[in-house]
Structures are given as structure tokens and as C-alpha cells.
């Protein structure tokens, strides 16, 4: 594990305020709470990438590997003009985000199975995997307070890859995988300007 | 893979084309078959069936060996169609088969199906490009030979369309060979249960696509047990029922399955397990019984049991004993007091087949009454006028000993006095004691003493006679496996020799050690690993008298190596001559010595190319050449280096050396000889300028009165001490001198050969011409003085001999001494400057003063006319001297005599 050992216990703060009840809050602490932490997921998000495709073999551990045009139906791309990300209101913006991590904590959680079966003597993938699963939860949980606060609904949690994740194959489960993965970096990417935004709008 | 239900006869043939007329592959198919029979046959296609359409035909025939051949054949069955890509979707590039598990070495086809044959498509095997065969325009199949093992999670082979970067692929999960199971062995410990085990042997690799699978088939009881382990599996034995075990072991993954087979006795495959509750009985000093229970096997089968007897961790004692139930074994001949070690295992008696494991147990025997007298030796020393013994012995050996020693008892016997006995008990593990005895006769008794008993008595006497004899000490060489000594032979009896000697004998407590030897021995090797080079070792050798009085026989003395010495002496120089000098140093060098000494060598270095007698040439380590003298006498404390040159420099260094090799070179003392002339012109100079110091002071203290009396400014005549002389003595009334006064006997005049004079003096601008009054006896009227006139102005060596009047020479001894040795000084001078005074003593000696008075005449005026030819010799000088009478001896002597002498 990269991330020092007082992380999991961060993480565990991070994890409190939703499931706090009580008074409206200000939806400064929970945007910065969130912010931090997707300034963390940021700094983790490329090694994750890099560990995962080194364990899958050629073409995905060729130096420079980039394939964009792999997609999954299942999972939201963070691509958007710029135009559109600024025009969105903080119900949309927090909304996709929100969909977003919601549909990357399942495919995390499914890429952790495939690599369990396809590399399972790999110990630092599975945990990186692990890792990242875990924090995307914690965002999620951030900004559902934010939403709170701001006085937003919440969306309710779906099944975001329905039945047509199993039965794929093993080169299908690598290209999965490292979609995920590389997903989930965006994502994040996309998740510190959100919230960056947000903070700046709603300073505490 | 294919599967066709079909109805057909007793042979089928099917064939399987890619297309209808491309057939790839035709098989056959042989089963008996009932009426309206369903049969099901599957096979695969080596091009996965996704790739393209792939066609089915078969036809039968009867294979019965009651139709002769030719067989026939009946009508083949149209073509059907496996259509298989119709369900593949649109996706614009599949690549298939999904998954092929296969095993190293095989070979696969893939291929890729493409929507659109406008796409560029290219594929890769590990990052490899691959080119295939066209099988339309929209599939490419590849064949993949003999597909090697590359790592555990398989080998990636994709391919990429372009444009659109769409990547398809696959995994193929390549297996190393299952390997078939070795040494596949079953045996029972209880004839209940069967134990199997196999070596799986190699890895296929593969994490988790390829597990094994284990089955272990018996074939005469027909049953099947599935095997939870990769390397062992128990199986339910049925001893009453079944003897006979004919097993066979399948071992198989997906890829193959591979069978050893075993057929067994089970009574022939019995591995006892280990004996247990071993037990040792009635323990002796030299025996045991030993018992043990073995597990039953069947009903009262015989075991074969082995038993191991260890002692000091060597077998001593191996024996098989048969056993049902209970084992029994009397082990014999054992030490007392010793720890043995005895191990037992069993086997099938009757079929062996493979020992049981060991069970072991310890067991310690019994202890015995020592068997030995302990080795007891003694010192004995005199502290202020009392004796005291220190009594010595050596532990027991464990085989001695039989036991744990727990004391030791002295017993003390006086043999002189009254018979008394001193009992001491000094427990163990001591290994000395000091007792102050008198000068009696004593005899010790030593016993060692353990739980059992008493060792016998070691006895030793220790006389009232020291016994001290002066024996003289025999240098002895020693090695370094130790001292080899050797004595004479006693003509009486004696019981043994005893050798001692100390082992740290520059340590004051020395750790006396000896040997004890029989009274057949003559010579003994004693050696130690305490011995160190350069140490000197003193051995003392004692007979031992039946009266077991110990006497010294022998003293040796040596080194076990001798070493160099490794300092020098302090050397002192002594009676250094113009050729010779003294070397003294006071031996070399003290205690201790690294080894005997032999001589000292001198080295000795000089500018002389040529050694002298006695010595040779000798190159030093840092390559000067010197010469190297020997001293052989190691007792010589002093040498003398001669025959040297004089007035030379020399440098010497003296070493003492052993067998070993001389000392260190130190540093060389500088020594210069003397110079030959030099001692005896100190002893000549010396004494000279002494002199001529002296009379320079004395010279410079007088000055005045010296001036007065030798060379006034002004003469004046009255106070002219020859004057004052007479008138004293003779006429009162006078004060100038007449020369009616000095009544002349005799004049004698000298006339010196003017050449020769010159030739001497050239300086001398006068002829000196000296005038001898020799008074007549008699006829001298009174106590005239006898006067000589010498001018010695102008001389200079007159001048230097002013003084007090010395008398005459045989009176004066000292100052004859000192005339003789200026005359010493003056021959070695030169004999010119010596002739040329030597003509002068007589007047030098007697000159008392001298004048230079303008008076033309020597003597009275009146004389003149009387002696004629005189004025010409004593026209130039007034000299006028005076010789008092009350010192000098009558005048008509001593002149004579000294002229006499002189001339």
C-alpha cells in the first residue's frame, strides 16, 4: 500500500458527517472535506493506472500504452466541453459526479474480482484496487452531505453494469479493467474542479 | 466442438468441412449399436467454428468381422451447416477462440472476423505481429506452432483495427505438460488403512485454470476415492476380506489425464509404527534390561526389532531381538557411571518392508569403587626453617573413576616418630593440598573416593633427607611436538621415574606438571600445548624408590624452539689506543633468554676495503658491507678490536646470538683511534708551556725588580750588588768595585772563531768575547771575588735567562730537571738552536749582573797597560758580574768546574 498507515482512519472521518444527523450545515466544511480528499485520489490515480496495465501483459504493459477509443456503456465518460461543465448547476454538476463514482465503486469492486482470478499473485494491484474502491465510496459519501447541504435530493444507488458484465472474456476483462481504471482518473480529475468550483462558491 | 446425435448403424464416418468444398478433416467413428439406438459423438474443430461456416456430412457402414472386406459403405447424409457466427452480434472485430486453454507445445489456430474487409487489421502475439492466412475477406485465420510457456496469467494475442482503434483479443493460457505422478507406493502401519503417496512432480504453471485432480481406483473391490491431497490419499483396507490391492492412480486437468498402476500384498506393505514406552531395569554398574511395547499388527504377528546401544556417540552395541508384544533385551559389559543412549525399531519379520521409526531413551549405569590409584606427586619447599609439602594429583579419568568423585583423603604417616596417622579429607574437585610438616620421615597415603568406595591408596615418602644432591643440568632439544628425555638406568631398584617440570615457569605459581613412568622406562616425550618458543623449560627426573622415596636422578633444561635474542648489550669502550680499543659489556642480556647463548658477534665497519685477521666480510641487511667478528666463548665479556689504523674512524656493533640466529641490529657506536705523535706531544707540550707560563708570571710579578736589578735605566756602580757583596764581607770603606780588587790568577781568554760564531748568531752585531777569571789558589790575598765579564746584552738568549742564580746543578736537582727537560724541548726543536746555547751554560749559569757601563776596560784602570791585547777584546763591553759568595761555593771550584763540564 502506498498511502501511510493514518489514511484509512482519514478515511474514516471523511466517512462521518452524512451519516451525521442533525442541523443544516454549511455546505463549505463538507465541499472542502470532499475537495481534500479528491486532491488525495488525484495524486493515486496514475499509479493505479500504471500498476494495473504493467500486470496485464502486452499490448496493455507496452510503454505508452493509450487506447481511448475502448469504452464501457456501463460507465459514464468524464469527457464534456468546457461549456457545458460550466454551464451546469451544482444539482447537475454534483449529479454526474455523484452517477459517476457510483457506477466506478461497482466497476472497481468487478475489475477486483477479474484481477483476483486473472493475477491473483499480484497482492499490490489487488490492494491498489481495493484502495481506490474504498476512496471512491468516501467521495460519494462527501457529496451526498454537500447535497444536504445545498438542500439537493440524492439520487438513489442503482446497479450501474446490470447483467452483461459476466461471461466476459479474459482479453475482455483486461480492456474492462483498464477502462475503469482510466475512467477513474478522469473522473477524479473532473471531481477537483467540480469541487474546486463549488468551494470557491461557497466559501466557509 | 461438434455434437451430433445420430441414428446409424454399427460404423459411422463423418466428415467435417470448413465449406462444402474445402473438407479439412474426416474421422471415424466404430460402436456396436442396438436398434433405434441413440448415439451421441463429439469432436472438435481445430478452427474455432466461430471463425467461419463450417459443414457436416456422415455416412455408416457395418465393421462385423463376419462381412468380409470390402465393406460397404452407405450413402453419405447431406451437408449440414454449424452456424455458429450468426450469433456473434456486430461487433466490428471478434477475435476467437475466447480463453484456449492449451498445453506447451501445441498448436492453435486463431482467427479474426471483421464486419467491414475495408479495415486495416493487424495482430500481435506478445507484442509480436503475426501474419495469417486469408480465409475470406473478412477473416484471417493464424496458425500458432508449438505455442511455448510464458507466464502464469497467460499470452495476450490481439489485434487492432485501423482506423477506429478498435483492439480485439484473446487469452491463451498455455500449461507446462502435466507430468505423470512418480513414485506412486502404498503401505499400511496397522493393516487398517491403506497410506498412498506419489511425487505430483512439476507444476503445470497455470494459477488457477488447471488444478489436478487426483483419483485413486482399486480394481478388485471396484471402489474410487477421490484424492483431497496432491500427494497422498488414505484408502479403507479390508484386511480379513481382501489381501490383493491392485490400484490405479489418475491424475488429470483439463488438458490430460495420466494413470500409474500398483498391485500389492498388504501383508507385504507393513511399515510398524514406532515402538513405545521404553524402559531401562535394574541398572548395574555394568548391565541393564531394557523393555519396550511395540503396536500389534494383525493378529500376533512377529515384529523383528533392532536395538542400538550408543556410548559417547558411537554404536556399541547393535542387536535384533523378535518381538510380538512386549520387548525385552539384557544389555552387557557397560562402564559404571556412564550415559548410554539405546534406540529400537521393528519391522515386519516375516515380509519386510520398511523399519519403523527410532525410539530412543537414555540411561545412566550405577557407580563402582574407583579402579585407580589417583597420580600423586609433591613439592616440597622450606618456608623459615619448616618443611612445607604441597601434595598434587590428577583427577581420575572417567573409566578410573567409576563414579563421582567426592573427596580425597590424605592419610599422614610418621615413620620416625611414634606411629601416628593425620586422616585429611578434602573434597573434590580439588586437586592439591599444602601441608607444613617437620623433618620427619613421612609417608602420605592419597584415595580418591566416590559414592561407593574408596580408590586404592597412591603412596609417596617423603624422606628426612632432602635429597637435594648436586645434579649437573643437561641441555636437552625440544621440537615442537614436545622435549624427548631420556635417563640412565638405575642400577637399584626403583618402583618408577617421575618427570616434572613447570609449564609456566616465568609465572611465580610455574603450574608444576609431571609424569609418571614406569621402572622399565628410560626416556619419555613430554609435550604440552603450553609450550611457546623461547621459553626455557626446566625437567627434573626422579626415581622412584620402593620405599617410594622419590630422588632427583637428572636435570634438563631447553626450549622447545629457541629463539633470537632480541636485544644487545650495552657495550662500553675502553683503552682506545692509536691501533687498538677495548670492548667490555656485562653478559647478555638477563632473564629470561629465548635460547641459549652461543657468542656475540662484532660487527665492526670501517673505510678499510680489507677485513682484518680474525674477522670476515659480512653484507648488513641494509646492504653495507662490514666485517663480522666471532665470539664463540658465550662467557667472554670483553674484546679487543686491533690492529687498526690510526687516527681512524670506526663504528662497531655487538649482538649476542643463539642456534636461532643473532640479535637485532641496533644502532652502530662511533669510535675514533688516536693519533700516533699526539700522546707524546701532549706529554712534551705540556709540561712546556707549564713552564713558560710560570715564568711569564713570574717574569711579569718581578718586572720591576728584574729591571732594577738586570738592566736599570741608569747604573749606578755604587749600588752594584757585586759591590755591596765586598763590601759587605770585606771593606766597608769601598763602594766601586777596582779591579785591584779582584786579583786575577789566571786570565784565559776565549777567543772564538768569528766565522763560526756568524754562522750561528748572524743576528749578534758584536763578537763576544768571554773572559774567565780562574783565581789562583793561594795566592788570592782574600775572599776576592771572582768576576766574569760577559756582555750578554745583545744576547738575546742571556736576556731570557735572568733570574734567581741557580747553584750549582748537582746541589739543585729540580733545577736540573727543569734544564733538562727545556733541553728535552729543545732537541726536539732543532740542535742548531741547542748548539748554539750549548756553547753558553757556564756563563749563562753564572751571570748574576749584567751591565753595559761604557767602561772600556774590564777590570781596574790600572791593569790596563799590563794587559795589552785586552782592551781589543773588551773594548766594547762593561760587563760587570757578581757572584755571591755567601750563595755560590768558593769561586775557585765551581767555575771549574762547570766550565769543564760545558766544554
Known amino acids: ?204 | 466442438m461438434l455434437s451430433r446425435s445420430i441414428k446409424l448403424g454399427p460404423k459411422c464416418k463423418v466428415e467435417h468441412c470448413v465449406q462444402r468444398d474445402s473438407c479439412k478433416s474426416r474421422e471415424n467413428y466404430s460402436t456396436t449399436v442396438k436398434w433405434n439406438q441413440v448415439l451421441r459423438w463429439s469432436w472438435e474443430s481445430q478452427l474455432p467454428l466461430e471463425c467461419t461456416q463450417h459443414f457436416v456430412r456422415m455416412r455408416s457402414g457395418a465393421a462385423d468381422a463376419q462381412i468380409p472386406e470390402p465393406r460397404f459403405w452407405g450413402d453419405w447424409t447431406s451437408w449440414e451447416e454449424v452456424a455458429v457466427q450468426s450469433s456473434l452480434g456486430h461487433h466490428p472485430l471478434s477475435v476467437f477462440p475466447k480463453d484456449k486453454l492449451v498445453e506447451e507445445g501445441s498448436n492453435v489456430t486463431v482467427c479474426y472476423v471483421s464486419r467491414s474487409h475495408h479495415n486495416n487489421i493487424s495482430c500481435y502475439l506478445e507484442g509480436i505481429q503475426i501474419h495469417g492466412e486469408q480465409l475470406d475477406p473478412n477473416v484471417c485465420v493464424f496458425h500458432l506452432n508449438n505455442v511455448p510457456f510464458i507466464r502464469d496469467t497467460g499470452t495476450n494475442m490481439y489485434c487492432k483495427m485501423d482506423p477506429g482503434g478498435v483492439i480485439k483479443g484473446i487469452v491463451l493460457f498455455v500449461s507446462k505438460v502435466f507430468e505423470e505422478p512418480k513414485d506412486f507406493s502404498c503401505e499400511t502401519r496397522d493393516l487398517k488403512t491403506l497410506s498412498c503417496t506419489w511425487d505430483p512432480g512439476k507444476d503445470t504453471g497455470l494459477l488457477t485454470q488447471l488444478s489436478p485432480s487426483y483419483t485413486l481406483f482399486e480394481s478388485f473391490s471396484g471402489k474410487k476415492v477421490i484424492c483431497t491431497h496432491k500427494s497422498w490419499c488414505d484408502w479403507q483396507a479390508a484386511p480379513d476380506s481382501q489381501e490383493m490391492y491392485n490400484f490405479t492412480l489418475t491424475a488429470g486437468n483439463d488438458l490430460r489425464k495420466r494413470s500409474v498402476h500398483l498391485l500389492f500384498n498388504l501383508t507385504h506393505r507393513v511399515h510398524p509404527m514406532a515402538p513405545f514406552n521404553v524402559l531401562f531395569k535394574n541398572v548395574s554398574p555394568t548391565n541393564a534390561a531394557m523393555t519396550w511395547r511395540v503396536h500389534s499388527i494383525g493378529n500376533y504377528s512377529t515384529l523383528l526389532c533392532q536395538v542400538e546401544l550408543y556410548g559417547e556417540g558411537k554404536v556399541i552395541q547393535k542387536q535384533n531381538v523378535s518381538v510380538v508384544a512386549n520387548g525385552e533385551l539384557l544389555v552387557r559389559n557397560l562402564e559404571p557411571y556412564t550415559e548410554y543412549v539405546a534406540q529400537v525399531r521393528c519391522a515386519h519379520a516375516s515380509h519386510f518392508w520398511r523399519w519403523s521409526e527410532w525410539t530412543r531413551d537414555n540411561f545412566t549405569t550405577a557407580e563402582a569403587a574407583p579402579s585407580e590409584a589417583p597420580d600423586v606427586w609433591r613439592e616440597v619447599k622450606s618456608v623459615q626453617g619448616h618443611r612445607v609439602v604441597t601434595l598434587f594429583w590428577k583427577p581420575l579419568s572417567k573409566l578410573q573413576a567409576k563414579g563421582k568423585i567426592l573427596f580425597y583423603n590424605v592419610v599422614l604417616e610418621n615413620l620416625d616418630g611414634p606411629s601416628t596417622m593425620k586422616l585429611l579429607s578434602i573434597p573434590a574437585p580439588a586437586n592439591c593440598t599444602e601441608l607444613a610438616l617437620d623433618h620427619h620421615s613421612y609417608q602420605i597415603h592419597v584415595t580418591a573416593n566416590n559414592s561407593v568406595g574408596t580408590s586404592p591408596a597412591a603412596v609417596i615418602t617423603l624422606s628426612r633427607d632432602p635429597g637435594n644432591k648436586d645434579v649437573e643440568e643437561a641441555r636437552v632439544k625440544g621440537t615442537k611436538d614436545g622435549f624427548s628425555l631420556s635417563w640412565k638406568p638405575q642400577p637399584r631398584d626403583v618402583t618408577g621415574y617421575i618427570v616434572e617440570w613447570c609449564e609456566h615457569p616465568r609465572d611465580p605459581r610455574c603450574d608444576l606438571q609431571w609424569k609418571s613412568l614406569g621402572p622399565n622406562t628410560t626416556s619419555t616425550v613430554v609435550s604440552s600445548d603450553a609450550f611457546r618458543p623461547g621459553v626455557r623449560y626446566n625437567f627434573r627426573i626422579y626415581g622412584i624408590s620402593t620405599e617410594r622415596i622419590p630422588y632427583l636422578l637428572e636435570k634438563k633444561t631447553g626450549y622447545s624452539q629457541e629463539l633470537a635474542p632480541s636485544d644487545s648489550p650495552q657495550v662500553h669502550i675502553g683503552n682506545l689506543t692509536a691501533s687498538s680499543f677495548t670492548l667490555s659489556w656485562k653478559g647478555w642480556p638477563a632473564e629470561p633468554q629465548p635460547g641459549f647463548l652461543r657468542g656475540y658477534s662484532l660487527y665492526l665497519k670501517s673505510k678499510a676495503v680489507q677485513c682484518l685477521p680474525g674477522s670476515e666480510k659480512a653484507v648488513l641487511p641494509d646492504g653495507s658491507v662490514c666485517c663480522k667478528y666471532k665470539i664463540d666463548n658465550p662467557k667472554q665479556k670483553t674484546f679487543v678490536v686491533q690492529n687498526l689504523q690510526p687516527a681512524s674512524f670506526y663504528e662497531f656493533f655487538l649482538t649476542p646470538y643463539t642456534s636461532a640466529g643473532e640479535g637485532p641490529l641496533g644502532t652502530f657506536t662511533k669510535v675514533t683511534t688516536q693519533d700516533e705523535y699526539s700522546r707524546i706531544l701532549i706529554r712534551i707540550l705540556v709540561p712546556m708551556i707549564l713552564c713558560i707560563l710560570l715564568l711569564t708570571i713570574l717574569c711579569y710579578l718581578k718586572s720591576q725588580w728584574m729591571k732594577e736589578k738586570c738592566y736599570p735605566d741608569i747604573p749606578d756602580p755604587y749600588k752594584s750588588s757585586v759591590l755591596s757583596l765586598i763590601k759587605s764581607k770585606e771593606n766597608p770603606r769601598l763602594t766601586i768595585m777596582n779591579v785591584k780588587d779582584c786579583v786575577p790568577d789566571a786570565i784565559e781568554v776565549i777567543n772564538k772563531r768569528e766565522g763560526a760564531r756568524k754562522s750561528l748568531i748572524e743576528t749578534e752585531p758584536t763578537k763576544p768575547t768571554y773572559l774567565h777569571l780562574l783565581p789562583t789558589e793561594k795566592s788570592y790575598p782574600g775572599p776576592g771575588p771572582c768576576i766574569c765579564f760577559e756582555n750578554f746584552t745583545y744576547n738575546q738568549a742571556a736576556s731570557e735567562s735572568c733570574g734567581p742564580v741557580p747553584g750549582p746543578p748537582k746541589e739543585q736537582p729540580s733545577q736540573l730537571g727543569l734544564l733538562t727537560s727545556s733541553e728535552n724541548v729543545l732537541k726536539a726543536l732543532g740542535k742548531t738552536y741547542v748548539n748554539s746555547l750549548g756553547e753558553i751554560p757556564a756563563g749563562e749559569t753564572n751571570l748574576n749582573y749584567v751591565s753595559q757601563l761604557a767602561s772600556p776596560l774590564c777590570g781596574d784602570k790600572s791593569s790596563l797597560p799590563t794587559n795589552p791585547p785586552e782592551p781589543a777584546l773588551c773594548s766594547e763591553y762593561k760587563m760587570q758580574m757578581a757572584i755571591p759568595m755567601g750563595l755560590a761555593s768558593p769561586p775557585s771550584i765551581t767555575p771549574l768546574d762547570e766550565g769543564e763540564h760545558y766544554h
Open chain 1, 1 to 204: 500500500l502506498r498511502f501511510p498507515p493514518a489514511a484509512p482512519l482519514c478515511l474514516l472521518t471523511l466517512l462521518l458527517p452524512p451519516l451525521r444527523p442533525g442541523a443544516p450545515i454549511s455546505p463549505a466544511e463538507p465541499i472542502s472535506q470532499a475537495y481534500s480528499l479528491a486532491l488525495y485520489m488525484q495524486k493515486n490515480t496514475s499509479t493505479l493506472l500504471q500498476t494495473y496495465l504493467q500486470y496485464q501483459g502486452s499490448p496493455f504493459s507496452d510503454p505508452g500504452f493509450s487506447a481511448p477509443e475502448l469504452q464501457l456503456s456501463s460507465l459514464p465518460p468524464a469527457t464534456v466541453s468546457f461549456k457545458t461543465w460550466h454551464a451546469l448547476d451544482d444539482g447537475e454538476r454534483l449529479g454526474h459526479a455523484q452517477g459517476a463514482f457510483l457506477a466506478l465503486t461497482q466497476h472497481l469492486q468487478l475489475v477486483g474480482d477479474d484481477q483476483r482470478d486473472l493475477n491473483p499473485g499480484s497482492p499490490i494491484l489487488l490492494a491498489q484496487l481495493g484502495a481506490a474502491r474504498l476512496r471512491a465510496q468516501g467521495l460519494l459519501g462527501n457529496m451526498a452531505a454537500i447535497m444536504t447541504a445545498l438542500g439537493l435530493p440524492i439520487p438513489p444507488e442503482e446497479d450501474t453494469l446490470g447483467v452483461v458484465a459476466f461471461g466476459a472474456s479474459a482479453f475482455e476483462r483486461k480492456c474492462r479493467g483498464y477502462v475503469v481504471t482510466r475512467e477513474y482518473g478522469h473522473w477524479t480529475d473532473r471531481a477537483v474542479k467540480d469541487l474546486a468550483l463549488l468551494k470557491a462558491k461557497y466559501p466557509g
